[in-house]
């Protein structure tokens, strides 16, 4: 496809158990972001990468967050021991990189829910 | 990091005209960005102003003013479907990051 995706599209889970939410970012895209936005809340931003790695990893909201790229396509954001609070849409976006004016482009987002 | 500043709702009549506001205070301010989201659906791309003045898209415009921290985003011959959040988003680049962080959006209603 052309744009963005995300897997899975809904996600309902129990307070304790891990999640992984999957992103596939545009072809070509160096760059790749998540943000979390809650109800009533603007987008928070979680983590970016730039390539595979990760140079900005200060708005994980905590250490139960992480979150890989490989392969400069792909990538997994890991939430450990989910909690209530964590229950919110997760978007992926990409853009072709980071520096230069560049929109980014959105994916439909995973809605998370933590009972 | 950034402070953005937008309304939380507006209400406006179809083929109206609505200006939505949007004021940021940053220390190295390299863009700003209008996104527009429906209910339930991802964020999608209006406009960028990098320098100041207008930037006219079709029935969107948008406006910059680096020197007070604001912009606006003017929407003409509302319609129906312009019932969305607005999002503000100002991009950073003093750190090495160029991440841009968002407003909390703007809830347009257009009614008949």
């Known amino acids: 496809g052309a744009g963005v995706s995300q897997s899975p599209s809904n996600k309902v889970t129990e307070k304790g158990k891990d999640v992984e939410l999957r992103c596939d970012p545009i072809?070509?895209?160096?760059?790749l972001y998540w943000y979390r936005q809650s109800l009533g809340q603007g987008l928070e931003f979680l983590i970016y990468?730039?390539?595979?790695?990760?140079?900005?990893k200060s708005g994980l909201p905590s250490d139960r967050f992480s979150a890989e790229r490989t392969g400069g396509s792909v990538s997994t954001l890991t939430i450990q021991r989910t909690q209530q609070e964590d229950s919110a849409v997760y978007l992926c976006?990409?853009?072709?990189?980071?520096?230069?004016?560049?929109?980014?482009?959105f994916g439909p987002g995973t809605r998370l829910t933590v009972l | 990091g950034q402070n953005i500043d937008q309304p939380t709702e507006m209400t406006a009549t179809e083929g109206a005209i609505v200006q939505i506001n949007c004021t940021y205070q940053?220390?190295?301010?390299?863009?700003l960005f209008w996104y527009q989201q429906h209910a339930g659906e991802a964020p999608t791309f209006l406009s960028y102003?990098?320098?100041?003045g207008l930037e006219e898209k079709g029935r969107f415009s948008s406006f910059l003013s680096r020197s007070k921290g604001y912009s606006y985003l003017l929407l003409k011959e509302l319609q129906m479907k312009d019932s969305a959040s607005y999002l503000c988003?100002?991009?950073?680049?003093?750190?090495?990051?160029?991440?841009?962080?968002f407003g909390r959006g703007t809830s347009l209603i257009v009614h008949p």
């Open positions: 976006a990409s853009s072709p990189n980071t520096r230069s004016y560049n929109e980014q482009f």
């Open positions: 072809s070509g895209h160096t760059a």
């Open positions: 990468f730039q390539g595979n790695s990760a140079p900005d």
């Open positions: 940053t220390s190295g301010f390299n863009g």
């Open positions: 102003n990098v320098l100041d």
């Open positions: 988003a100002v991009r950073d680049q003093s750190g090495g990051s160029y991440i841009p962080t």
